[in-house]
């Protein structure tokens, strides 16, 4: 009596829709050592970035605001008669304006994309579905760290591209003055950096949006973990340094090192470096490059090691 | 027991020792030893909060046993989790996916996710698993908007992605209509028949009755028993007499007792109930005097004629004779009183002889009421 062989077992047999159209395709494999399954996983990772309309909204977002500032300063080269706000159009200035604009307000963008696209796993139940199917945990949240790194590259070269080609096509509508010749390889050096800067900042807020978001188990914690430490950092900064002022001996020397070590500080330093190069801006800082990028790496690596670990040990519930 | 003995290691599929889970105090799976073989269709039963999902989880590396190990395919699940889980599809609990995505997008992501290569036969292959579910007319709807029973489909859609061998189904006709039920019952069924080895954990015995060949019972985190479903249904079945009178009854019953005395060994228990054959039958009680006119009989159904001549030959003739198909409805229903009242106690019965788990052992365990 093999509860198989029961009636239903026959009808299952025959005729019905469902019997005759089982699965003839074979499952096919794609390469399976540690880094092809990395890659795989940080493809799919950027297809659902691509997908989310969170993230169809951040972009649209950034670059409406990008146009907003720079037909901004188009309207203000109105009544203009020396060409020097026509000269903010073009580069390089141009291109100093559309970094700042992505990095000033569009760093909580970041924040909110990275965060609740850790968080959210765990928001939705999403995890266990990721979980049980064979890469390791490790290689999950490696894919997460490798999505957002290049989402944050595209972020900033569209961007920025964006801008240059906005400001441009907008001073063809002006007399814009002959600009002095800054195309030099060097120039071209430090522009690159600038470039590259620009997109480790964003991407260090991304992590920290990541290790909130694994760290709470959910979006919410994700980005405002990443919110609240992008806000706080230039209040903690002041806060030191007012308060070094008040104080004497080894505390004040405490106080006044602290900043050196905030990721602020430490990405407005490098930043403000090759900006010299490039617009011939001030240096503000006196701290070493090779410090403040040290400094850095040390949070990123810091972070993903705290993220891997607690990613690797916990319990999935949810 | 002896049949496990004697079968080749590789056609053990998933066996676990002692394994134990504990949340804080609450012992949510306690000494699980499980048994599943090649090609069984296995039913997990048992009621609200007994431990199936956390077992589900472990099994999956989800979470970690607090004791006790799982094997699954005769490797370690604490030690060769990626290989195990390329071999496995399974759905936890109510099906979760990504909700803008669609349910054919979503079923890419589950093929990226396990190594699929990106080719037109894994798309050929999606296609074929969303007709063989019936969700390919939604399949390009949002996940979000799907009903319930559409989700768990898309659940099982997704388990069965990669030809797995061995699918484990926690409550997968949850939410579905009864076309649905019957649905997945026969997918159920197919898969079997194709030689993959199910694991299916349900509340609904009928279910599970027709589709599984072999079942454990979890209460409250104890194994109350595992073994077959034949031989469990076997057990549940009995033959209701009804007399005319109380001291009729009382005269069966001397009567069965003493055939059974005598060698009828088939009888395994008389018991006098209270009320009619047709209500309540699972609620014996020795109960006294007036009202019991009925017997229960545990017996083969097939022995009722015997009873019956039985009886005859010594002048009594019954009012009914009801022989009873045993139902795993009933037999789950006992085994889960007796495990009340016995609270721990009952831990035992169904368990196998267990090595020493490695692992730390909370204090407290297997002390749960
Ligand atoms: N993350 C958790 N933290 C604390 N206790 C938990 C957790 N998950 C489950 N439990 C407890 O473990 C016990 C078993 O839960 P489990 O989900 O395994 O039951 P189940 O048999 O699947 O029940 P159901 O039939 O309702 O799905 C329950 O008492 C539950 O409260
Ligand atoms: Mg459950």
Redesign the interface.
């Known amino acids: 009596?093999?509860?198989?062989d029961?009636g239903?077992?026959t009808?299952?047999?025959e005729g019905?829709?469902?019997?005759e159209?089982?699965?003839?395709?074979?499952?096919?494999?794609?390469r399976?050592d540690y880094l092809s399954?990395l890659l795989?996983?940080t493809?799919?990772e950027l297809?659902?970035l691509r997908?989310?309309?969170l993230t169809r909204i951040s972009a649209l977002i950034a670059l409406l605001t990008t146009l907003l500032v720079f037909f901004a300063l188009f309207l203000f080269s109105t009544g203009d008669g020396s060409g020097q706000v026509v000269r903010l159009l073009l580069p390089p200035t141009s291109l100093n304006i559309a970094v700042q604009t992505a990095l000033t307000p569009f760093t909580i963008l970041i924040i909110i994309i990275a965060g609740s696209t850790a968080g959210g796993e765990y928001t939705?139940?999403?995890i266990?579905?990721?979980?049980?199917?064979?890469?390791?945990r490790t290689q999950f949240l490696l894919a997460k760290v490798g999505a957002m790194l290049i989402c944050c590259i595209v972020g900033i070269s569209v961007l920025s591209i964006s801008g240059l080609v906005i400001g441009y096509l907008l001073s063809l509508l002006r007399q814009a003055p002959s600009p002095a010749p800054f195309l030099t390889t060097s120039w071209l050096l430090h522009t690159g950096l600038f470039l590259l800067l620009a997109i480790f900042n964003w991407f260090i807020f991304a992590v920290i949006a990541l290790f909130f978001g694994i760290l709470g188990r959910s979006s919410a914690a994700g980005i405002g973990g990443g919110i609240v430490w992008y806000l706080l950092e230039p209040i903690i900064g002041q806060i030191c340094q007012l308060s070094s002022e008040l104080v004497q001996g080894p505390v004040s020397a405490f106080l006044r090192a602290l900043p050196d070590y905030l990721i602020g500080n430490n990405l407005a330093t490098l930043m403000a470096h090759q900006g010299y190069y490039i617009f011939g801006s001030s240096s503000i800082s006196t701290l070493p490059d090779a410090e403040a990028l040290t400094v850095l790496l040390a949070y990123i690596v810091l972070l993903l090691s705290i993220a891997g670990w607690l990613n690797h040990r916990r319990?999935?519930?949810n | 027991m002896n049949d496990i003995m004697l079968t080749e290691e590789d056609d053990i599929i998933i066996s676990t020792t002692r394994l134990t889970k504990a949340f804080g105090n609450l012992v949510a799976v306690n000494d699980l030893n499980l048994r599943v073989m090649r090609g069984d269709v296995f039913g997990f039963l048992g009621p609200n909060g007994s431990g199936k999902t956390t077992t589900i989880r472990m099994l999956l590396g989800l979470i970690r046993p607090t004791a006790g190990r799982a094997f699954i395919f005769g490797m370690d699940t604490h030690y060769q989790l990626p290989r195990i889980l390329r071999r496995i599809g399974a759905v936890v609990e109510t099906p979760v996916f990504y909700p803008y995505l669609s349910g054919r997008d979503n079923l890419r992501i589950i093929a990226a996710a396990s190594d699929m290569a990106r080719h037109p036969l894994t798309d050929k292959r999606i296609e074929e698993i969303l007709e063989l579910v019936e969700l390919r007319s939604q399949a390009g709807l949002a996940y979000h908007k799907y009903s319930l029973g559409m989700k768990q489909r898309l659940g099982i859609a997704a388990a069965l992605l990669t030809d797995p061998e061995l699918i484990l189904l926690d409550e997968p006709t949850n939410g579905l209509d009864p076309v649905g039920m019957v649905e997945i019952r026969q997918l159920i069924v197919r898969l079997a028949q194709q030689g993959k080895t199910i694991f299916l954990s349900s509340h609904i015995l009928h279910e599970v009755q027709q589709v599984c060949n072999r079942v454990a019972i979890l209460h409250r985190g104890n194994l109350i028993k595992q073994g077959d479903v034949s031989a469990l249904l076997r057990q549940s079945e009995h033959i209701l007499i009804r007399m005319n009178s109380a001291a009729e009854a009382r005269a069966a019953l001397q009567a069965l007792q003493e055939a059974r005395e005598r060698g009828a060994s088939w009888i395994k228990a008389i018991v006098a109930v209270g009320v009619g054959p047709s209500e309540q039958p699972g609620k014996a009680s020795e109960a006294s005097g007036e009202v019991a006119t009925t017997l229960r009989v545990e017996a083969p159904a097939e022995r009722s004629a015997e009873i019956n001549a039985l009886l005859a030959q010594r002048n009594l003739f019954a009012a009914a004779i009801h022989p009873q198909e045993g139902s795993l409805e009933e037999a789950f229903l006992e085994l889960t009183a007796a495990a009340q009242l016995h609270g721990a106690a009952a831990s035992g019965l169904g368990g196998l002889p267990a090595p020493a788990p490695y692992g730390r052992i909370v204090p407290g365990e297997g002390k749960r009421q």
């Not at chain 1, 159209?21 to 794609?30: D, E, H, K, N, Y």
């Not at chain 1, 266990?128 to 390791?136: D, N, S, V, W, Y």
């Open positions: 009596m093999h509860p198989i029961t239903l077992s009808s299952a047999r019905q829709p469902l019997a159209q089982f699965a003839s395709a074979p499952v096919l494999l794609g399976r399954v795989r996983l493809a799919m297809y659902k997908r989310r309309p939705q139940g999403t266990r579905l990721l979980f049980t199917r064979g890469p390791t319990d999935i519930t």
